[in-house]
């Protein structure tokens, strides 16, 4: 029971515990506890993109339109098993573990094409970047096919726009020539 008050209390502290019950009940409201899980419905990924949204989405929801999301959450669905896998060469990589012979037993019998190339190897982030938009491909969620990633590649095309490439970095050219005075 509230008191009211001049029943011994000074005016507004009723009102005062009352906005704060109130205030914490729109806060529990507006706030729901959140599980980490993308937002799409039945998305079996984490929620790791916020576009200036209530709800965290995963990469494959975030890069496609809303209409889309049912046919993409049933493609991650029927892919989960490429999603283990990214997440065991992620892993693995961290941990400096035999990812690449792992890779390429995984794949060597289903598809050679999808085992690290010896560029890759040396770069391991770039082969989990290639998994990654694989799967964006298979559950409909991108149609950009990402090549193996090659260092010659890379350089080529840097030094075709222009810039150096100076290990494993682009950069803009160098100035060579002065003004003269």
């Known amino acids: ?15 005062s515990t009352y906005r704060k019950e109130r205030a914490g009940a729109r806060r529990e409201a ?4 959140d599980d980490g899980r993308c937002g799409a419905n039945g998305c079996p990924c984490r929620g790791t993109i916020n576009l200036n949204s209530a709800q965290w989405l995963c990469s494959a929801h975030a890069t496609t339109q809303p209409h889309k999301w049912p046919m993409v959450t049933e493609g991650l669905r029927e892919h989960d098993w490429l999603i283990a896998f990214i997440g065991d060469v992620m892993r693995m990589q961290r941990e400096c573990g035999p990812w690449a012979e792992y890779a390429t037993q995984f794949w060597s019998q ?22 990654h938009q694989e799967l964006m491909v298979r559950c ?42």
């Open 1 to 15: 029971m509230v008191q009211l008050a001049g029943e011994g209390q000074r005016k507004g502290a009723a009102m």
């Open 30 to 33: 507006e706030e729901p506890e």
């Open 110 to 131: 289903a598809e050679p094409s999808m085992c690290p190339t010896d560029d890759e190897v040396s770069h391991g982030p770039a082969y989990a970047l290639r998994m």
């Open 140 to 181: 409909n969620a991108s149609s950009r096919r990402m090549p193996p990633w090659s260092i010659a590649q890379t350089r080529a095309d840097a030094e075709a726009a222009g810039y150096r490439y100076v290990r494993g970095n682009v950069a803009p050219p160098l100035r060579t020539a002065r003004k003269a005075a």
